[in-house]
């Protein structure tokens, strides 16, 4: 049967106010958040089931987020996004030192904020290693970095592994150009992104019963690429 593990966040902010609809805002974006509202709860969370990134906002009820990273990252290398009000460089510097990965100053964008999640995991120190996708006949698993059609090994190279976890992660979602080669190869990238439709084509040789009428990539002409959603293909596909 057809799954997607989704990738799971820890939202660690006592203001209902702003964790009750991130998390809901999360969900749509194809995340499983859960919300700990004091350093305790953060942490008991944690010790039950490690997530793949934590959204930790600094000021708790019952402590300061900036000690609650400092202790996380001395027993684990999950990512680490900081969400806080304050916007002086010398806070974000702090909490970069601290072992966060990223800062985010209050309000801010969800979409924004997602991509950047998205883009962590990616480059991330092991923080999707639970994340297995499966869609039709297609498996991959992001922890041994591997892929298999009807259960039999496919060889990628490592950017055709990158660009096939971001489109499977995207599953029914048109991913367009410019975030493909954002996420995939570099924000800086400036060579042509006729790149991406020839790792495209060789993703489609290798997965595809038919290239030329292909079923799991297809293409959104002028925009993007787009995995079949689970309910598109059967797993016999």
Same mark, same amino acid.
């Given at each position: ?15 209902? /106010?702003?964790?009750? %609809? ?7 974006? #194809? +995340?499983?958040? *859960? ?10 969370? +944690?010790?039950?089931?490690? %997530? ?10 019952? #402590? ?8 996380? *990252? ?29 800062? &985010? &100053?209050?309000?801010?964008?969800? @979409?924004?904020? /997602? /991509? ?28 041994? @970095? ?12 490592? @950017?055709? +592994? ?37 790792? &495209? ?12 009428? %292909? *079923? ?5 002409? #002028? &925009?993007? +690429?787009?995995? /079949? ?9």
């Amino acid at each position: 049967m057809a799954r997607v593990t989704k990738p799971r966040i820890l939202v660690v902010e006592d203001e209902q /106010a702003i964790s009750e %609809p991130l998390v809901e805002s999360l969900a749509r974006e #194809g +995340f499983e958040a *859960r919300i700990a509202s004091t350093v305790a709860e953060a942490e008991q969370a +944690f010790d039950e089931r490690e %997530p793949d990134l934590v959204l930790l906002d600094v000021m708790l009820p019952d #402590g300061d987020g900036r000690d609650l990273c400092r202790d996380l *990252r001395r027993r684990s290398d999950v990512p680490i996004v900081m969400l806080t009000a304050r916007g002086e460089e010398v806070d974000r510097v702090v909490g970069l030192e601290l072992g966060a990965d990223d800062y &985010v &100053v209050k309000p801010f964008s969800v @979409r924004e904020l /997602a /991509a950047r999640i998205r883009a962590i995991l990616r480059r991330g120190r092991g923080s999707s290693t639970h994340e297995v996708v499966e869609i039709g006949a297609i498996r991959l698993d992001a922890a041994s @970095r591997t892929v298999t059609k009807q259960e039999q090994p496919v060889e990628m190279a490592a @950017r055709e +592994f990158d660009l096939l976890n971001l489109l499977m992660s995207r599953a029914g979602e048109v991913v367009r150009r410019e975030e493909i080669m954002d996420l995939v190869w570099d924000e800086h990238w400036f060579g042509s992104t006729k790149t991406l439709d020839v790792h &495209v084509s060789w993703l489609r040789k290798k997965l595809e019963d038919d290239p030329a009428e %292909p *079923r799991y990539i297809t293409t959104s002409r #002028g &925009v993007g +690429f787009r995995f /079949a959603a689970p309910e598109d293909v059967s797993p016999e596909a």
